[in-house]
């Protein structure tokens, strides 16, 4: 639709454009995908760092409640605050671009940059450092007591590395898809030439799409439990797995009708 670029007039006009060409919509799943994944981090890090009381008050209502604050804290971020900030002039639609004062603008940007670049960061890079150190904890302990065996050395270790590979990779990306929005505010207010601002503005529109469209091959990758699901969720796989075990089962009443004839 931009690149259609179609003149706005009329309510039909003014509802493009908050609604599709502000791309609102699309910026209120991806701030709430952010605040799910920093959701699931605080809950891994309570289940494995604080392993018994996790178990006795953590409770699925908490899970729905922490999903349900992601999309009410996204919604408020981007839709809410869109309205009064959106506009159509001239048959053009400025999103986010109305703003009271320079200030008003200032305390939104700055709040959002907090929000959704260092303190989602944070919690990744906290959390999985934690988890880290709790595995490595508990690995130097069971070696102590020489109780442990070499399969489970083995896993332990594949365990920590895929902590240590996942906490780098999710905080490491999520920082860089949002530095440009970072660097476009920056930019913003001190009116730089509008070409360089337009530059970082669409890269900044780019990567954290990207980002969430790579996250869940991320966890594919480096969780053995996601594979599994996935593995199942595969029909191909699943055909051919049943036809394996029939031809097992066909071979052992062959061989089972061969011997009673022997």
Known sequence: MKLCNIYLAGSVGY??????????LIWLGTCAAAINLASITIERYLKVVYHVWSKTKLRRWMLYAAMATAWIISFMTNIVAMFPTTAVIHGRCYAYMIWESQAASMIYFFWY????????TGIFIFGYW??????????????????????SSHVLNRVQTNVIKTMVIVS???????LPGAVSFVLMMLRVDATVFQI????????????????????????????????????????SEQATSQTDRARGTVDQSTERNR
């Not at 940059?113 to 989602?120: A, D, F, G, L, T």
Request: charged share 15%.
């Open 15 to 24: 509802w493009l454009c908050t609604l599709l060409l502000s791309e609102s």
């Open 113 to 120: 940059m907090m929000s959704y670049v260092v303190i989602i």
């Open 130 to 151: 934690r988890i880290l150190v709790v595995i490595r904890r508990q690995a130097k302990v069971m070696a102590r007591g020489q109780s442990i065996a070499a399969g």
């Open 172 to 178: 490491v990306f999520h920082a860089i898809s949002r």
């Open 200 to 239: 970082f503005f669409h890269v900044n529109q780019l990567l954290p799409q990207l980002y969430m469209c790579t996250n869940p091959f991320i966890y594919a990758t480096k969780f053995d439990p996601v594979k599994e699901v996935l593995f199942r969720m595969i029909p191909c796989k699943k055909t």
